[in-house]
Structures are given as structure tokens and as C-alpha cells.
């Protein structure tokens, strides 16, 4: 649990750190709260030559309220995200979803940007994003470009973020007043990855489904969007044969492999329950 | 009643914080301040740090090693491996059952995570980066994993530096990768009882590897006064005095020359009783060196390569006759000890003392057969906050006597009942050679039964199992009931030492002028608040209060010989050396007073904190003013000061009991069992501190609760273990932690000094069969007798799954 050798930079300005990244190229790896990737640094499996720590720029700190969606700093941690009343107030799933995320001390120091810029399909805000249809913003050398976060995720650990670029912002656009949401997790303990978890985001008008989508947490190679299991939803009153037919679906994408969290059938299987399980949450509060 | 001075007997008493005294814990001012001094706190001048190359395979023929990297590493002091260790016949060390284990692999690696090299260094962080560069090449060889294919006829040779050898230290070995059969009970008798008799039921229970897992990990340093030829190792060690024991004999060095110092120790469970290549390999780097060295394990290292716990596959046949009256048991094992029998057992029990198995049920006939075996795993095999076994013994006939209850088709409460040990049958000799020294079991059963409102909550769960029926809920109610009897405070020397090391234990006592005091015991605290509840005992016996009695443990340059804390051994025998030297001492202040009050001993009595003129208790002296009468009269016939020591050899061991009833929830769904209630009422005799006691319920309830529910060092076929790091090892915050309703009866022991029986084991032995008892039963009617633990969410939708509830 001794890393190797490192040499620490702590920039000042989001210029500073690009300038970094371009000057250090793949030796560099920015450092946001630490708590995925110094892990990997004391296991030796992660060994950058450079780490550019954020923490310092005060940029990719905060909430901004635009209106119709949230710009949130990159650096922003998940207790300022449990402790923002607007934004519990518009989106109470980002709220749901921190709190389950490891524990107080953890979620002082743990970030939004690193829990969705990482790429761990362990990780729980990259399913959030692909509910909320959230926009990346990503700042490199050639100049801030926009990434879906539907599109972002290629396979564990491996996104669409290119080297040299920080991921700066989160924009989320507000959901309808009146939606409901559901983060439903299933873990082993406080601290664990989800064995598996389900975000779900659905309106209703005149006591049918008019919007949903739904997503999955540590049941790929990436967290899932459930494209089909929200179709399944959308024009039913949310009956059972309509949620069958979303779980079916989401089940359908999940390609949990086997580890001390249980075997394939069972992980698949809670998938399904946390599916199940997020829709009637989600029914229960929207209005 | 008043006293001359105006006190009564109940403020006098009170003062003291001595028996029975819900007194505040000396030690936690420093522990929740961060003020502890623990080993890694530890620097010296000059002071160097080791590293260990472990072994990726769990099998392998090591070809070649190649240091020079490493060596050429600015700051790197020395590399050590086997070849550099056999010179000094160091390259293999004596186990504490008999056995020995390399301290750097000889050869071959026999698990995953075996010391291959040693590094030293000046720092830690170049320690770690000359182990990245240390080239190793290794020939892959199959494993040996599932212990029941272990005496397979083509099994794979582990040990091969025991080839040729047909006795081991417990018997024949009668294949290569066998240790020892250790049997017990009349053999002949039980099957002949299983053959005749009514009902017999029997199962097959896996209790799977687990780690003791201490907060701190385990640790040394090791510092060589080259000028003096005096070695001084400050290390995690549960048993001090053993440890320097045994590096004298190992070592050559005079016994004289070695000072070993356990600090502050954050928990230890067992795990910190053997001798580690860690240490051995410090204090070789030491000596060689002529500086101190510091050796730290992390994390994923003491789970892997120290001492593990458990790993008992057991067999058990239970005869009955149909009304539920138990006429035989018996039992056969199959304990996986890894590559190396580094158990921590007393020498003449192989098997610990699992021959408690027969639990707290008067059962006439038992026999009982444990086969040891060699696995491609780390080497260990300890008492997990338990006697030698005895939570494995408490666990098989506990989940066995609910088998029996299903097959009887009878309440499991009621088996218990009929069987029960009655209160006028101890002392009582068990089938397997224990004598039980008290119990009241049926007064304990009754009380905890009543408290849970049992009979309500069988009510409940036929409710719960119809409306599951109904298809009006998916989750399933069960109840556990465990009643346990430990055995514990060993021991006896006349059948108890550890590599000859009789298995007394210690106190000795000095009585300052002015009425303090300072105890130093052969044991070690590692977090039991020795340093608080020994000074209550002293209190109780020498009548000075307990705060003005300092406690002092784990230096054996100071303390007098004993042989450490483990198996809930400290109360049972340190606690009754403490008694046993207190007396001492109140023997020679009754002489004292006699002189200062011109009587004839016998004319005084003992009241609380003084000794009185009989009939006229206005003519006294108190301890304070005895104590300083001892160093300032010249009276005749008695030597001046007023000190005391206690070698204490305990004419039985203890055993403690308890009834313990786990209330669960079982969501078949997803497999996630919730605790609702968990009621553990303990019989540890005299009670020292309650609210000690309460604690030490608390954790090992918390341990139990971990062990069934989630703990498992597990090992794939080609001997990869997972469950080496606490992402996946489970232990419990607070959340995952029911609330614990604690009780207690009291039962004394008839032989110990003060009647005290030790409780820090019991949660943990008496804990485990109640939660894996409940998760059974919640499925019991469905047909369910037995699943395996830990009943983690997918083990227990496996249950489920069978049974046909999901899909």
C-alpha cells in the first residue's frame, strides 16, 4: 500500500492545469478528491509520473441555478450536493444517489467530476447522468467542447474524455416539476460498490407514463442506459405488465461478471429487483 | 452501618471501584484522543524499514531469484531469502503446533502471499519500490484448495520438506498432505448408539476461513544493541513473555538478553498470537545491520499471509429418541490449516478444545474424529476471539441441535430444554472429558425466552409464513436460538502448555508508602481494559481504591512470567493470580494491624478497606495506614515493604454460558437479511466491570454477526484468494450493526479465587450459530435444514432460488 514515486502539482488557474496535462502528457493524471484513484496509486496499479491536483481552482467549484438546469463545478463534492436545497428541490435524485455513495467522511472529500469523469463502472452519479441526459463540459488545449453524458462511456475506465482534457462542469437540465426519481442500491456494506442499482426519471400526465428513463450502475463494463425499459414505460399507467416489460428489458443490457458480490443469474436478478424497485419509488413521487 | 470514621460500609465500599463497579475505562483517555502508543508509533535513531517480496502463486518452484536490481537501489540495506537464512538454520521456524514454516520460501511457495524476500531500507517508500524490482521466476505447480480432496491419492506433494516423514507431532501421518487425526469418545459405544437409535439426523456443515482482522495490522521493531548483545523487540505480540521464550531458543541469544515489549495493541483476536516471519526476519536484519528495524504489515497483507481463522468442515450425526432426548453425537472433521500447521493451540490439543462439542446437552455417548490437513493456503488456524476451537464446537452442535429439531419436527427450544445439563448435575463430566465446573442452564433459558417473548414470536412467524404463502409479502421471518457453554481460561498445566510452556499465569504486587499501588500481570490488554478491571479486583481484595492502583502489562523486562491474553484466559487465570496476590498482601497487613493495634492476629476481620478489632470496630487500621506502617515501623518478626506475587495454575477451566436469540428478516428477492432483535444473555460468573462486560458483548456480537453474515477468505482452484482487502472482507460499520440488547444471570465458578468466569469470547462463540440458526429457520418450513455460511445476499438467494422462491 506504498505508491510509487510521484511528482505533485497543485495549479491555480484551469490554464495552469491544462498546460500540465499538455506538458506531461500520459506521465500526468489529475487528482480530483482522491478517493478512486490514490487507491489504485498505494495498489501500484495506477503509477503516474505527475499528479495535477484541482483542488485549487476555484472555477470548478459550485452550483449555478441557469434556470433551466444546474451547472455544477467538476470539484464540487458530494455533501455540497446533499446539502444544496435547490438542487434537492429540483432533482432530489442527486441527493439520493450521494447519500449512498460511501460514507460522511468520504463524500467530503469525493467529487462529483471524479465520480463521472473516472470511468468506473462502479461508480453510482455516471447512472445519474444518463437519466438526467446530463452534458459534460471538457477543457483541453484546443478549447471547451461538449460531451453527452449518454454518449461518454466506452468501457471501464475508458471514456470519450481526451488526454489533455479536464472534465470542468456537469450541466444537468432540470427535470419537469412533478417528475419522480429513484436511486434504489444494493450493496454488501457501507463503502461497497453496488452488487447492482437502478436509476430511474419519469414524468406522468393524466395518470400515464409520459417520460422515462432508466439506467444501471455495476452491472456492465460502464454504467447502462436502459433505452428500452423506459420505451416500455412510456404511455402505460405504470401497470405491472409495463414494468415486466422495463425490467425484462434493462435485465436484457446487464452483463454483470461474477465476483465476491454473488454470481452472474443472481446480479442480473437484483438488477431486476432494483429496476422493479426504483420504478414504483419514482411512480410513488411524481404528481 | 457506620464506622468509627464515620462512613458507612456502603461509601467505603463505593470508593474502592472494585467488583461489580460500572467503572469508566482508564485507558480509553489516551485511546479516544489518539494519544495510544502503538508499535508503528514507534522511532528510533538510525531506524530502518522491511518489506516482503510475497509469492502471486499459490503453488509454484521457485527457479531463480534475482536481488541485483534491488541491491543497486540507493537507500536499499539488504535483501534477505531463504539462502542467506539457512547459515543460520533461521530459513524455517517452529510453529506453535508442532510443525515449522519457512520464513522465506525454501524452494517452493505454498500460498498466495508467502514471504518470498525480505528488503531493508531506509525509508519505507524505497522499501517498496526495491520490491517491485526484485525478479522472481516461478514454475507453476497444481494446488491443493477444496480440503476435502486434500489425502486425494494424487493429490500434489505440498510439503515436500516432510517427505519421508510418517510421524508428525500429533501421530501417523498416513499421506503427504495429512497433519494429524486427533480422536476422542468411545467410538465403538456412539456407533452403536447411532445404529439402535430412533431418529438420527445428520449434516454436513462448512464453517468457511475467516481472519481475525485486527485494526491494527500486525508489526514489529527489532533493534540489536550490538554494544550490550541486548535485543529489544516492541511488537504486536498477545504473549510476550512466549515470544521471548521462544526467540531465545530460536536464536541462541541468553533469555537474559531479550527484552520484548507489547504496547498498545489495537485488537488482536488471535491474530497476534503466533510468531510471524516478519519478526524473525526484523531481528535477523537487526542483528546483521546493527540498527532497528521496522517491519509494518498492511492491510491485504495481514489478511492473507497471517493467521486465519476456522476453516472446519464438519460432519455431524446426532441420535434421539423420538420424543427429542439425545442419546449419541458424533462428529468428524476436516480442518484446513494451510500450508504449514501454525495453529495456536496448547500442544496436547491439536483440534483446540472442539471436544466441548457436546455443548450444554447431557449426552451420554460422543465421539469425535478430527483429520488436519495441508492446503495451498496461508498457514494459521486460531482462536478468533474464542477458546482453541471452541466457536467452531459451539457452532456445529448449536446448528446440529436445530437439524435434530427439524427431523424430530419438534420446537428447537424444547430439544434444548430436554437436553440441558441440569444445575444439580455440576460438576459435571461430559462424553468428550470436559468437567463442566457450574452452570444453571435452565434458569438462564427460561429468563431469555421470556424476554424475546418467544412463544409471541413463533406466533408471529406462522402469521409471516402464511401471508408468504398468500402472496401478501416476499419476506420471511426467522429466529435463532444458540445456548452455548464455552470453555475457557486455560490452563491447567497438567494438560495445558503452549511448546512446553506450562499455561499459568501471573501477578505481581507492590504497595507503595502512601497507600497506591502498581500490578504488573503476564498478560497483555489488547483493548479488554485489563489496566481497569484488574485494578477493580485488587481493590475488592486489598481494600485501596482502584484509581490509585496503576496496571502494567506487556514488558517483560518488568512483568512476571506469564503466557499472554487469548482464548478469555486473562480473568480466568491472571485475574485469579491478581486475587491469589492480594491475598498475599492482605495476609501481611493483618499482621501489620495486629502489631500497630497490640492484638493477636486473630482478634482482627476484614471490613472493606481496613482490618478491625473484633467487637470493636472503632479500633482499626485501614489499608493506607498499613501500608505505610510497612515501610516505616521496624516490627518484629516481619520483613519491611508490602509486595506480593502470584503464579497462578488454575485447578479447572471455566465455562461460561449463555442463551442467545437472533430475530431476522429475510427479503428473498434480493437476499439481504435485516436483524430486527438480537438478545444475548451471558453467564461469565462474577461480574468485574458490567459495563466491560457490555462492551465485550458488543463486539463480539458485532464479530459473530460478521463471520455468518458476510466474512469469507476464499481461494479459487489455482489458489487466488479474494476477500484479502476490506472492499470485499466484511466488517461491519454501525450501520450494518443491529442494536444489542444484553442480559446476564450469574452463575460463579466454585474454583476461582473470585467465582469469575471471563466473557470476553462468548458473543463471538454463542453469536455465530444464533444468526446462521435464524437465516435457517426462516426457510425451515419449506424443508430447509441446513445452508452454509456466510448467508451473504447471494448465498442466501441461492437458498431461496432452491427452494423454488425465485426464479
Known amino acids: 500500500m506504498i505508491p510509487a514515486a510521484f511528482d505533485y502539482h497543485r495549479p491555480a488557474s484551469l490554464d495552469d492545469a491544462v498546460k500540465l496535462l499538455a506538458q506531461y502528457g500520459d506521465e500526468a493524471r489529475v487528482v480530483a478528491g482522491g478517493h478512486s ?224 458480490r454473488g454470481p452472474v443469474d443472481f446480479r442480473k436478478s437484483v438488477a431486476g429487483v432494483m429496476v422493479r424497485r426504483a420504478i414504483e419509488a419514482a411512480a410513488k413521487r411524481a404528481r | 452501618m457506620s464506622a468509627a470514621d464515620g462512613t458507612s460500609v456502603q461509601e467505603r465500599t463505593d470508593k474502592l471501584e ?198 491494527e495490522t500486525c508489526g514489529c521493531v527489532a533493534s540489536m544493541d550490538k554494544i550490550n548483545s541486548h535485543l529489544t523487540v516492541w511488537g504486536t505480540f498477545q504473549a510476550p513473555h512466549a515470544v521471548r521464550t521462544v526467540a531465545s531458543l530460536i536464536s541462541g541469544i541468553p533469555e537474559h538478553k531479550i527484552r520484548i515489549v507489547s504496547p498498545d495493541i489495537g485488537g488482536g483476536f488471535g491474530n497476534k498470537v503466533g510468531v510471524y516471519p516478519g519478526y524473525i526476519c526484523s531481528i535477523v536484519a537487526s542483528i546483521v545491520l546493527g540498527v532497528p528495524v521496522k517491519w509494518i504489515e498492511d492491510r491485504i497483507e495481514n489478511l492473507t499471509a497471517t493467521a486465519f481463522a476456522r476453516d472446519y468442515h464438519m460432519t455431524g450425526e446426532i441420535a434421539a429418541t423420538k420424543d427429542g432426548r439425545i442419546t449419541a453425537l458424533k462428529c468428524h472433521v476436516v480442518a484446513d490449516h494451510g500450508a504449514f500447521d501454525a495453529c495456536a493451540d496448547p500442544t496436547k490439543f491439536p483440534a483446540g478444545f472442539f471436544n466441548i462439542c457436546t455443548g450444554s446437552y447431557d449426552i451420554p455417548t460422543a465421539f469425535l474424529s478430527v483429520d488436519g490437513v495441508y492446503t495451498n493456503k496461508a498457514p494459521g488456524g486460531v482462536a478468533y476471539r474464542c477458546s482453541f476451537r471452541v466457536t467452531e464446537a459451539s457452532y456445529f452442535i ?199 493495634l497490640e492484638v493477636h492476629d486473630s482478634d482482627l476481620e476484614w471490613d472493606v478497606d481496613r482490618f478491625q478489632v473484633k467487637g470493636a470496630p472503632d479500633r482499626f487500621k485501614t489499608m493506607q495506614e498499613i501500608a505505610f506502617a510497612a515501610y516505616n515501623k521496624a516490627i518484629p518478626g516481619i520483613e519491611p515493604g508490602l509486595e506480593a506475587v502470584s503464579y497462578y495454575d488454575p485447578p479447572n477451566m471455566t465455562y461460561p454460558f449463555g442463551a442467545y436469540i437472533c430475530v431476522a428478516d429475510i427479503d428473498v428477492d434480493t437476499g439481504v437479511t435485516a436483524i430486527r432483535r438480537f438478545y444475548a444473555l451471558d453467564d461469565c460468573g462474577t461480574r468485574i466491570n458490567p459495563m466491560i462486560i457490555e462492551g465485550q458483548v458488543h463486539g463480539g456480537l458485532t464479530e459473530a454477526l460478521a463471520i455468518a453474515m458476510g466474512q469469507e477468505i476464499a481461494y479459487d482452484e489455482n489458489g487466488n484468494v479474494s476477500g484479502g482487502s476490506l472492499l470485499d472482507f466484511f466488517l461491519p460499520t454501525a450501520v450494518e450493526t443491529p442494536a444489542w440488547e444484553t442480559d446476564f444471570t450469574v452463575t460463579p465458578s466454585p474454583h476461582h479465587p473470585i467465582g469469575a468466569k471471563g466473557v470476553g469470547e462468548s458473543p463471538n462463540v454463542g453469536g455465530v450459530s444464533a444468526f446462521s440458526n435464524a437465516v435457517c429457520d426462516a426457510f425451515a418450513h419449506l424443508g430447509l435444514t441446513h445452508t452454509q455460511m456466510p448467508h451473504d445476499h447471494w448465498r442466501v438467494w441461492k437458498t431461496a432460488q432452491k427452494l423454488g422462491l425465485v426464479e
Open chain 2, 18 to 215: 472494585g467488583l461489580g463497579c460500572k467503572r469508566k475505562r482508564v485507558e480509553d483517555a489516551r485511546f479516544t484522543q489518539g494519544k495510544g502508543k502503538y508499535v508503528d508509533d514507534m522511532k528510533l535513531p538510525g531506524m530502518v524499514f522491511g518489506d516482503f517480496v510475497r509469492s502471486p502463486y499459490g503453488h509454484a518452484r521457485i527457479k531463480k531469484i534475482d536481488k541485483s536490481k534491488a541491491l543497486a537501489l540507493p537507500g536499499v540495506k539488504a535483501v534477505l531469502t531463504a539462502d542467506d537464512l539457512k547459515p543460520l538454520n533461521l530459513h524455517y521456524m517452529p510453529t506453535l503446533a508442532g510443525d515449522v514454516q519457512a520464513v522465506l520460501a525454501v524452494d517452493k511457495v505454498l500460498f498466495q502471499g508467502q514471504e518470498v524476500a525480505f528488503v531493508v531500507a531506509t525509508d519505507r517508500y524505497i522499501a517498496a519500490d526495491a520490491v517491485e524490482l526484485i525478479e522472481v521466476e516461478y514454475e507453476d505447480l497444481p494446488c491443493v484448495i477444496d480440503p476435502l480432496k486434500a489425502m486425494d491419492k494424487d493429490a500434489p506433494v505440498l510439503r515436500h520438506d516432510l517427505e519421508g516423514k510418517t510421524e508428525g507431532a500429533h501421530g501417523a501421518r498416513r499421506h503427504h498432505n495429512h497433519i494429524f487425526t486427533w480422536e476422542v469418545g468411545d467410538a465403538a459405544a456412539t456407533d452403536k448408539a447411532l445404529g439402535s437409535a430412533e431418529v438420527v439426523a445428520k449434516e454436513f456443515l462448512s464453517y468457511q476461513r475467516v481472519h481475525p482482522c485486527p485494526l
Open chain 2, 398 to 596: 448449536e446448528r446440529m441441535i436445530d437439524v435434530l429439531a427439524r427431523k424430530l419436527n419438534m420446537d428447537p427450544a424444547e430439544v434444548r430444554r430436554k437436553n440441558f445439563i441440569r444445575k444439580e448435575q455440576f460438576p459435571y463430566k461430559s462424553a468428550l472429558g470436559w468437567e463442566y465446573d457450574s452452570g444453571d442452564y435452565d434458569t438462564a433459558f427460561d429468563k431469555a425466552l421470556a424476554a424475546v417473548d418467544y412463544k409471541g414470536l413463533r406466533a408471529e412467524q406462522k402469521k409471516n409464513r402464511e401471508d408468504f404463502a398468500a402472496g401478501k409479502t416476499r419476506s420471511l421471518m426467522g429466529i435463532g436460538i444458540a445456548f452455548f457453554t464455552e470453555i475457557v481460561g486455560a490452563g491447567p498445566v497438567k494438560n495445558c502448555d503452549i511448546l512446553g510452556l506450562g499455561m499459568f499465569d501471573s501477578c505481581e504486587i507492590r504497595i507503595h508508602p502512601t497507600g497506591s499501588a502498581i500490578a504488573r500481570l503476564g498478560t497483555i490488554s489488547q483493548g479488554q481494559g485489563h489496566a481497569t478491571t484488574f485494578a477493580q479486583i485488587l481493590a475488592t481484595e486489598i481494600g485501596l481504591p482502584a484509581s490509585m492502583i496503576t496496571v502494567e502489562e506487556g514488558d517483560t523486562d518488568t512483568a512476571p512470567y506469564g503466557l499472554g491474553t487469548y482464548g478469555s484466559r486473562s480473568t480466568p487465570v491472571a485475574g485469579a493470580a491478581t486475587a491469589m496476590a492480594g491475598r498475599k498482601i492482605r495476609a501481611k497487613a493483618q499482621m501489620i494491624a495486629a502489631y500497630l
Open chain 1, 37 to 260: 484513484l490514490i487507491p489504485m496509486m498505494k495498489l501500484r496499479l495506477a503509477q503516474p509520473g505527475h499528479l495535477v491536483d484541482l483542488q485549487d481552482i476555484a472555477a470548478l467549484k459550485g452550483i449555478k441555478d441557469t434556470g433551466a438546469g444546474f451547472e455544477i463545478g467538476a470539484m464540487t463534492t458530494q455533501r455540497e450536493i446533499i446539502q444544496s436545497a435547490a438542487l434537492t428541490a429540483a432533482c432530489p435524485i442527486l441527493k439520493e444517489a450521494a447519500e449512498q455513495i460511501a460514507d460522511p467522511q468520504i463524500r467530503y472529500c469525493g467529487t462529483l467530476g471524479g465520480n463521472v469523469a473516472n470511468g468506473d463502472p462502479g461508480n453510482d452519479m455516471p447512472a445519474i447522468m444518463l437519466a438526467l441526459d446530463a452534458v459534460y463540459l471538457a477543457k483541453g488545449p484546443a478549447g471547451t467542447r461538449e460531451l453527452k453524458a449518454r454518449d461518454f462511456y466506452e468501457s471501464a475506465y475508458a471514456t470519450k474524455l481526451k488526454e489533455g482534457e479536464i472534465l470542468t462542469t456537469i450541466r444537468i437540465p432540470k427535470p419537469p416539476a412533478g417528475h419522480g426519481s429513484a436511486y434504489v442500491k444494493q450493496k454488501r456494506k457501507i463503502g461497497d460498490y453496488a452488487t447492482a442499482a437502478a436509476a430511474v426519471v419519469l414524468t406522468m400526465s393524466g395518470g400515464k407514463c409520459a417520460s422515462a428513463a432508466v439506467s444501471l450502475t455495476n452491472v456492465g463494463d460502464t454504467a447502462l442506459f436502459a433505452a428500452a425499459a423506459g420505451a416500455a414505460l412510456v404511455g402505460s399507467s405504470l401497470d405491472q405488465a409495463a414494468i415486466d416489460k422495463a425490467v425484462q428489458a434493462a435485465v436484457g443490457i446487464a452483463q454483470p461478471s461474477k465476483d465476491t
